[in-house]
Nanobody, 121 residues
Framework: VVRLVESGGGSVQAGESLQLSCDFADYDHGTGCVGWRRQRPGKEREGVAT????????GYEDSVRDRFAISRDSAKSTIYLQMNRLEPEDSGIYYC??????????????WGQGTQVTVSS
């Protein structure tokens, strides 16, 4: 069983920051993808940020590219999502996800339980 454990959600005002953490030790094979996905009210689940384990490259959804940053603690199997200048539209459940990568495409096979982020205007 692969467990991904998120922490760090909460409620903030617009313009403030939050940092999410995910322990992915159960999936730390050195390859594949680890990332953050979210589900906003009334919308489909969507990608937010991705960390590619082999080369440490990152990818972002366009609406968060200039405000969010995904990173890894090199000494631990933990990834972070630093979310700055939060907007009410960022509210939703944020999931840590992981899976293999094939031909440049990540398969999100494993999911955490999710953590709620609420941004008030």
């Amino acid at each position: 069983v692969v467990r991904l454990v998120e922490s760090g959600g909460g409620s903030v005002q617009a313009g403030e920051s939050l940092q999410l953490s995910c322990d992915f030790a159960d999936y730390d094979h050195g390859t594949g993808c680890v990332g953050w996905r979210r589900q906003r009210p009334g919308k489909e689940r969507e990608g937010v940020a991705t960390f590619f384990l082999r080369d440490s490259r990152t990818g972002y959804e366009d609406s968060v590219r200039d405000r969010f940053a995904i990173s890894r603690d090199s000494a631990k199997s933990t990834i972070y999502l630093q979310m700055n200048r939060l907007e009410p539209e960022d509210s939703g459940i944020y999931y840590c996800a992981a899976g293999p990568r094939s031909r440049g495409i990540c398969s999100w096979d494993y999911w955490g339980q999710g953590t709620q982020v609420t941004v008030s205007s």
